[in-house]
């Protein structure tokens, strides 16, 4: 999942174009509020695994929020607007958040904790978590009683077949994709040839693979046994779609809602309205909540101008906050020394990892001595830095996160972590060798304040070791759309990633599997490796998560080391705020930010 735009776990999805985390980084900014110890517990908590929950933990309504009361309005500041509203396209944190408020699968995350920290994945649209008698290779689903899409109609297992067949159509291209290359057992993106058009010209996919035989039971057939499915259909992206209301392309700007709330009115780029959707029934639903009367959504707001404006905590901001802009790097350290903003703050590790893309379309970036020295000579100071230092940020060595099993805090390839700065000396004795100093490198960065401030320092940081660095503004809001087409201009650009759920298998397969390389896939930097691909197929059969952990640290080290394709920026962490009249404030730690679900004025 991406950040800034992904995230990981599978209720929500990461990846970060804009920023996101570190260890110990002190040469990264300002150390202000940084607590090592409390920041690993918080990472192994989430290295633990989520788990799948009966038929009484699906019952709704949800546990009531402490002291929690309907009513008001909460004003919501948004650095970016949403490009996708679609639940097949959804695949970033800021969708995914929002996400969390229109719509509903068969399986969700529940949280069992009222600090956010403890989870278990059970029947949302469905009567439990799913059920299996063969090790995870057919599961049955039954839907519940009572559950409507936000026109009154009933929700059935033709729209969860629909759901799911529309995902093979060529316009679905920005969500996950491992439903649909488990269905038909093959990986990269051969999963479409089993469905071309999807359910759009009357061809459906056969009772052997999807079987619906009545209104309220799905099963699903799998070739090879997987018994992660029902923390995949808790992903955003296999939320429920209306057969009846599918306006294919449409549908990504006026989705039907499922959830407790819906669309009121949306000006993208500008604004959004949600209101209650008076057919959601919380007596369904055992994750959300509906407190809030309206969600007045504005965008554009910068994490600067969103920190402050929470800062002053005057009129109708009083009932703000923001779902996903964190506190900006100039304001943190006012935010953690006030003992007065403590019960309006909350913080987390994130599962993201910040890296930069190497561009392997590009012919001169195929010379690994090229990329050794983009790997050397580029800073990570200024990343880190961009985003408040170690209270918000940490240095990372791999691709791996403190959050995932398996994560090796000792690698380090570059030297980052010693030299956070970079080493354009080692970089340019590369770049001579290799007869290409003055080289020039295209940085497509995101347009934002922290995006302008660190790509700046980043590209001096190259040009020291003899880079000649084009920076490329591209907007925010469309950032992951452009860096994910096959065909873009763009040499180096920084992303993020974070697990979909507390497995590398979420990582490695759809950011460095050369086979889902395509337009809107997340293989950004194009690698198409022979041994990553067998490897990822290899890993992907070992069923002792313990052994498969180790072996996707080894193939992480692999791609760093020796491929080269991207280069590690950092580990992420949140530190958000809120408004002093907002209610039931967490931070969560599979949404990777504050939970929207339980919020209400005071």
Same mark, same amino acid.
């Given at each position: 999942?991406?950040?800034?735009?992904?995230?990981?776990?599978?209720?929500?999805?990461?990846?970060?174009?804009?920023?996101?985390?570190?260890?110990?980084?002190?040469?990264?900014?300002?150390?202000?509020?940084?607590?090592?110890?409390?920041?690993?517990?918080?990472?192994?908590?989430?290295?633990?695994?989520?788990?799948?929950?009966?038929?009484?933990?699906?019952?709704?309504?949800?546990?009531?929020?402490?002291?929690?009361?309907?009513?008001?309005?909460?004003?919501?500041?948004?650095?970016?607007?949403?490009?996708?509203?679609?639940?097949?396209?959804?695949?970033?944190?800021?969708?995914?958040?929002?996400?969390?408020?229109?719509?509903?699968?068969?399986?969700?995350?529940?949280?069992?904790?009222?600090?956010?920290?403890?989870?278990?994945?059970? !029947?949302?649209?469905?009567? /439990? =978590?799913?059920?299996? &008698?063969?090790?995870? *290779? #057919?599961?049955?689903?039954?839907? %519940?009683?009572?559950?409507?899409?936000?026109?009154?109609?009933?929700?059935?297992?033709?729209?969860?077949?629909?759901?799911?067949?529309?995902?093979?159509?060529?316009?679905?291209?920005?969500?996950?994709?491992?439903?649909?290359?488990?269905?038909?057992?093959?990986?990269?993106?051969?999963?479409?040839?089993?469905?071309?058009?999807?359910?759009?010209? !009357?061809?459906?996919?056969? /009772? =052997?693979?999807?079987? &619906?035989?009545?209104? *309220? #039971?799905?099963?699903?057939?799998? %070739?090879?046994?997987?018994?992660?499915?029902?923390?995949?259909?808790?992903?955003?992206?296999?939320?429920?779609?209306?057969?009846?209301?599918?306006?294919?392309?449409?549908?990504?700007?006026?989705?039907?809602?499922?959830?407790?709330?819906?669309?009121k009115s949306f000006k993208s780029g500008k604004s959004m309205v949600l209101v209650k959707?008076?057919?959601?029934?919380?007596?369904?639903?055992?994750?959300?909540?509906?407190?809030?009367?309206?969600?007045?959504?504005?965008?554009?707001?910068?994490?600067?101008?969103?920190?402050?404006?929470?800062?002053?905590?005057?009129?109708?901001?009083?009932?703000?906050?923001?779902?996903?802009?964190?506190?900006?790097?100039?304001?943190?350290?006012?935010?953690?020394?006030?003992?007065?903003?403590?019960?309006?703050?909350?913080?987390?590790?994130?599962?993201?990892?910040?890296?930069?893309?190497?561009?392997?379309?590009?012919?001169?970036?195929?010379?690994?001595?090229?990329?050794?020295?983009?790997?050397?000579?580029?800073?990570?100071?200024?990343?880190?830095?961009?985003?408040?230092?170690?209270?918000?940020?940490?240095?990372?060595?791999?691709?791996?996160?403190?959050?995932?099993?398996?994560?090796?805090?000792?690698?380090?390839?570059?030297?980052?972590?010693?030299?956070?700065?970079?080493?354009?000396?080692?970089?340019?004795?590369?770049?001579?060798?290799?007869?290409?100093?003055?080289?020039?490198?295209?940085?497509?960065?995101?347009?934002?304040?922290?995006?302008?401030?660190?790509?700046?320092?980043?590209?001096?940081?190259?040009?020291?070791?003899?880079?000649?660095?084009?920076?490329?503004?591209?907007?925010?809001?469309?950032?992951?759309?452009?860096?994910?087409?096959?065909?873009?201009?763009?040499?180096?650009?920084?992303?993020?990633?974070?697990?979909?759920?507390?497995?590398?298998?979420?990582?490695?397969?759809?950011?460095?599997?050369?086979?889902?390389?395509?337009?809107?896939?997340?293989?950004?930097?194009?690698?198409?490796?022979?041994?990553?691909?067998?490897?990822?197929?290899?890993?992907?059969?070992?069923?002792?998560?313990?052994?498969?952990?180790?072996?996707?640290?080894?193939?992480?080290?692999?791609?760093?080391?020796?491929?080269?394709?991207?280069?590690?920026?950092?580990?992420?962490?949140?530190?958000?705020?809120?408004?002093?009249?907002?209610?039931?404030?967490?931070?969560?730690?599979?949404?990777?930010?504050?939970?929207?679900?339980?919020?209400?004025?005071?």
């Amino acid at each position: 999942m991406s950040r800034g735009g992904r995230h990981a776990y599978a209720a929500i999805s990461v990846l970060a174009a804009g920023a996101l985390v570190l260890t110990g980084c002190s040469k990264g900014g300002s150390d202000s509020g940084n607590d090592s110890k409390k920041d690993d517990s918080n990472a192994k908590r989430q290295q633990a695994s989520i788990e799948f929950g009966d038929a009484k933990d699906s019952t709704g309504p949800a546990a009531d929020v402490p002291g929690a009361k309907s009513g008001g309005t909460i004003e919501v500041l948004q650095r970016d607007s949403y490009a996708h509203l679609d639940p097949g396209q959804i695949y970033v944190s800021d969708e995914m958040s929002v996400s969390q408020l229109l719509h509903r699968g068969l399986t969700g995350y529940k949280a069992t904790s009222d600090d956010g920290s403890k989870h278990e994945v059970v !029947g949302d649209l469905a009567t /439990d =978590s799913g059920t299996t &008698t063969d090790g995870g *290779k #057919t599961w049955k689903y039954t839907l %519940k009683d009572g559950i409507k899409f936000e026109d009154g109609s009933a929700i059935t297992s033709k729209d969860v077949r629909h759901s799911v067949e529309r995902l093979f159509a060529p316009f679905i291209n920005q969500g996950p994709t491992y439903l649909q290359q488990w269905i038909a057992d093959t990986q990269g993106t051969d999963y479409r040839k089993l469905l071309k058009d999807g359910p759009y010209k !009357g061809k459906h996919l056969p /009772d =052997s693979i999807l079987e &619906t035989p009545d209104d *309220k #039971t799905v099963v699903f057939h799998f %070739k090879t046994a997987h018994p992660d499915l029902p923390y995949a259909l808790a992903m955003a992206g296999y939320a429920m779609v209306s057969e009846k209301g599918d306006t294919k392309t449409k549908y990504d700007r006026a989705p039907v809602a499922t959830g407790p709330y819906k669309i009121k009115s949306f000006k993208s780029g500008k604004s959004m309205v949600l209101v209650k959707n008076a057919d959601w029934d919380a007596k369904t639903d055992p994750i959300r909540h509906q407190y809030v009367d309206q969600f007045n959504i504005t965008f554009n707001q910068q994490y600067e101008t969103s920190t402050k404006t929470l800062l002053a905590d005057s009129g109708a901001d009083q009932a703000g906050i923001s779902f996903n802009n964190q506190v900006d790097a100039g304001n943190l350290s006012k935010v953690l020394s006030d003992p007065k903003m403590k019960s309006r703050t909350v913080s987390g590790y994130m599962p993201y990892v910040g890296q930069m893309n190497i561009n392997m379309s590009h012919p001169a970036l195929k010379d690994k001595k090229i990329r050794e020295a983009i790997a050397y000579a580029l800073p990570v100071t200024p990343f880190v830095r961009a985003y408040g230092g170690s209270a918000a940020m940490e240095v990372a060595g791999g691709l791996l996160s403190p959050t995932v099993s398996g994560y090796d805090a000792s690698f380090d390839p570059w030297g980052k972590k010693k030299k956070p700065a970079g080493d354009p000396v080692k970089a340019k004795k590369l770049l001579e060798e290799a007869g290409k100093v003055g080289m020039k490198l295209t940085f497509g960065y995101i347009n934002t304040p922290e995006g302008q401030q660190y790509s700046t320092a980043m590209a001096a940081g190259l040009e020291k070791a003899g880079f000649d660095v084009q920076r490329q503004e591209i907007p925010a809001e469309t950032f992951y759309d452009q860096v994910s087409k096959l065909d873009n201009k763009y040499d180096i650009f920084h992303t993020a990633w974070g697990a979909d759920w507390p497995s590398a298998s979420t990582v490695m397969p759809p950011l460095y599997d050369g086979r889902v390389i395509a337009d809107g896939a997340q293989n950004y930097s194009q690698i198409n490796d022979d041994r990553v691909n067998s490897e990822i197929d290899r890993i992907n059969k070992i069923t002792d998560p313990v052994k498969s952990a180790a072996e996707w640290e080894k193939l992480d080290q692999y791609i760093v080391k020796d491929l080269v394709n991207v280069v590690p920026t950092a580990y992420y962490k949140q530190i958000q705020i809120a408004g002093s009249k907002v209610g039931g404030l967490v931070y969560d730690d599979v949404i990777g930010s504050v939970d929207p679900r339980r919020l209400f004025v005071k």
